[in-house]
């Protein structure tokens, strides 16, 4: 069959309902061969249908069509993996909003876990590491724990108060109201020195501040309470040497030089501390454990306790060296790879009696880190031996370190079980 181009035409009314076609318009349509066909009505503008892939200026004198329509409607969305900066002119495609908000999530949860550090939680158990000021009181419905201490400072009258008494014998911790309750009086003192319970026989030294820990003591025939500034140090020297504290850190080791490790650290205590650091670097009190990542050069780990006002250190390492290869070999010289695979120990100039097996004929080696062979000596079945081969050379560990060595090696092979010290 032969190619035909069929052209139906309508005619245009000459009022028409769109005023893109104007009375008397002409229709410009385009051909499959690149060509275009002008349908005129009676007078009046032409009109050119611009295709999807037509490259000609958009006027007023133009019309897309459906797909050149749909066409541009997709340039203008921004889809996931696109990077096109965002503006009134484009949308996102669904995966791409979804992208975005995960990404808003993300860096929501992010705040809100920094925000962990700074503040303290209404709902849940929280800790502080630092002093905090109630400037207008504290009211708790529950117990509150001084665990140290508490001190009540007043200079007005208060009158007598009822108590609960918390005690330990009462089963399942009841409270008991109204029973063995504490009454306590304080008063603006007139003359000397008034204590807790208004003793009135005590020296005014009580009430001025000590640089020491202090008891009051009465002494047998005395009516007056004095204060004792050695008695309280004395006791606690006293009592650490029956029961001294102790704390124990395990952790750290001996590592090849070139290797990265992470550092477990943990420790325990006998009792209660005051405060705790590694390296001067402050823990929470209820820490016994601690994580050092990427580490590569000999560290010092100093656990430091504060106990009853007296400091304790306790201390690991984490070392890293190099290591030292022994044993026989059928080969005159031998590779790297070769010298790695004998066997090895941290290196060290001496070594004792060690049995060197050369049966089927082989060579002994003793490779060791050149800046520790100064002074060497051999030792073979008790008798000092130099008859031994040197070469200094760079050998590499399994981990990339580079170091110097120097290789011995007994000039002639063997053939029987040698027993080789090293001095």
Same mark, same amino acid.
């Given at each position: 069959?032969?190619?035909?181009?069929?052209?139906?035409?309508?005619?245009?009314?000459?009022?028409?309902?769109?005023?893109?076609?104007?009375? =008397?318009?002409?229709?410009?349509?385009?051909?499959?061969?690149?060509?275009?066909?002008?349908?005129?009505?009676?007078?009046?503008?032409?009109?050119?249908?611009?295709?999807?892939?037509?490259?000609?200026?958009?006027?007023?004198?133009?019309?897309?069509?459906? $797909?050149? #329509?749909?066409?541009?409607?997709?340039?203008?969305?921004?889809?996931?993996?696109?990077?096109?900066?965002?503006? +009134?002119?484009?949308? $996102?495609?669904?995966?791409?909003?979804?992208?975005?908000?995960?990404?808003?999530?993300?860096?929501?949860?992010?705040? @809100?876990?920094?925000?962990?550090?700074?503040?303290?939680?209404?709902?849940?158990?929280?800790?502080?590491?630092?002093?905090?000021?109630?400037?207008?009181?504290?009211?708790?419905?529950? !117990?509150? &724990?001084?665990?140290?201490?508490?001190?009540?400072?007043?200079?007005? /009258?208060?009158?007598?108060?009822?108590?609960?008494?918390?005690?330990?014998?009462?089963?399942?911790?009841?409270?008991?109201?109204?029973?063995?309750?504490?009454? &306590?009086?304080?008063?603006?003192?007139?003359? =000397?020195?008034?204590?807790?319970?208004?003793?009135?026989?005590?020296?005014?030294?009580?009430?001025?501040?000590?640089?020491?820990?202090?008891?009051? #003591?009465?002494? *047998?025939? *005395?009516?007056?309470? %004095? @204060?004792?500034?050695?008695?309280?140090?004395?006791?606690?020297? !006293?009592?650490?040497?029956?029961?001294?504290?102790?704390?124990?850190?395990?952790?750290?080791?001996?590592?090849?030089?070139?290797?990265?490790?992470?550092?477990?650290?943990?420790?325990?205590?006998?009792?209660?501390? &005051?405060?705790?650091?590694?390296?001067?670097?402050?823990?929470?009190?209820?820490?016994?454990?601690?994580?050092?990542?990427?580490? /590569?050069? +000999?560290?010092?780990?100093?656990?430091?306790?504060?106990?009853? =006002?007296? /400091?304790?250190?306790?201390?690991?390492? *984490?070392?890293?060296?190099?290591?030292?290869?022994?044993?026989?070999?059928?080969?005159?010289?031998?590779?790297? +790879?070769?010298?790695?695979?004998?066997?090895?120990?941290?290196?060290?100039?001496?070594?004792?009696?060690?049995?060197? +097996?050369?049966?089927?004929?082989?060579?002994?080696?003793?490779?060791?880190?050149?800046?520790?062979?100064?002074?060497?000596?051999?030792?073979?079945?008790?008798?000092?031996?130099?008859?031994?081969?040197?070469? %200094?050379?760079?050998?590499?560990? /399994?981990?990339?370190?580079?170091?110097?060595?120097?290789?011995?090696?007994?000039?002639?092979?063997?053939?029987?079980?040698?027993?080789?010290?090293?001095?």
């Amino acid at each position: 069959m032969s190619d035909q181009i069929l052209i139906k035409s309508k005619a245009i009314p000459s009022n028409p309902r769109s005023k893109n076609y104007p009375a =008397g318009a002409t229709v410009v349509r385009s051909g499959n061969g690149g060509g275009s066909t002008v349908i005129t009505g009676s007078g009046g503008t032409n009109i050119d249908i611009i295709k999807v892939d037509d490259m000609r200026s958009l006027t007023d004198k133009n019309v897309l069509s459906s $797909l050149r #329509v749909l066409a541009e409607i997709l340039s203008r969305i921004i889809k996931s993996d696109e990077v096109t900066e965002l503006s +009134d002119s484009n949308v $996102l495609s669904s995966l791409r909003i979804n992208k975005e908000l995960d990404t808003i999530n993300e860096r929501f949860k992010e705040a @809100i876990d920094s925000l962990k550090d700074l503040y303290l939680s209404k709902v849940k158990n929280d800790t502080a590491t630092g002093l905090i000021t109630f400037s207008k009181g504290l009211i708790s419905e529950e !117990l509150i &724990e001084a665990n140290n201490g508490l001190v009540v400072r007043k200079t007005e /009258a208060v009158e007598p108060m009822l108590m609960s008494l918390l005690s330990e014998e009462f089963e399942d911790g009841i409270v008991e109201e109204n029973e063995d309750v504490f009454i &306590e009086e304080m008063h603006i003192a007139t003359s =000397g020195a008034v204590t807790l319970g208004e003793l009135d026989n005590v020296t005014d030294e009580a009430d001025k501040i000590s640089d020491t820990d202090d008891l009051l #003591v009465r002494l *047998a025939g *005395a009516s007056g309470w %004095t @204060i004792n500034t050695t008695l309280f140090s004395q006791v606690s020297q !006293l009592m650490s040497k029956v029961f001294p504290f102790t704390m124990t850190l395990s952790g750290g080791g001996t590592y090849e030089k070139g290797s990265s490790l992470t550092i477990n650290l943990s420790w325990t205590y006998d009792r209660d501390i &005051e405060s705790q650091s590694i390296n001067n670097e402050s823990l929470l009190i209820g820490i016994r454990a601690k994580q050092y990542v990427n580490v /590569a050069t +000999d560290t010092t780990y100093t656990l430091k306790a504060i106990q009853g =006002g007296q /400091a304790y250190t306790k201390s690991v390492s *984490a070392q890293f060296k190099v290591k030292k290869y022994y044993g026989v070999s059928a080969n005159g010289t031998l590779t790297n +790879d070769e010298i790695l695979a004998l066997s090895s120990t941290w290196a060290g100039r001496t070594q004792g009696s060690t049995v060197f +097996d050369c049966t089927g004929g082989k060579y002994p080696y003793y490779i060791l880190p050149t800046s520790m062979v100064t002074g060497i000596q051999f030792w073979i079945g008790g008798l000092r031996n130099t008859d031994w081969k040197e070469e %200094t050379r760079e050998v590499t560990n /399994a981990f990339g370190y580079k170091e110097s060595y120097t290789i011995y090696r007994l000039n002639s092979i063997q053939t029987g079980v040698l027993n080789i010290e090293v001095k």
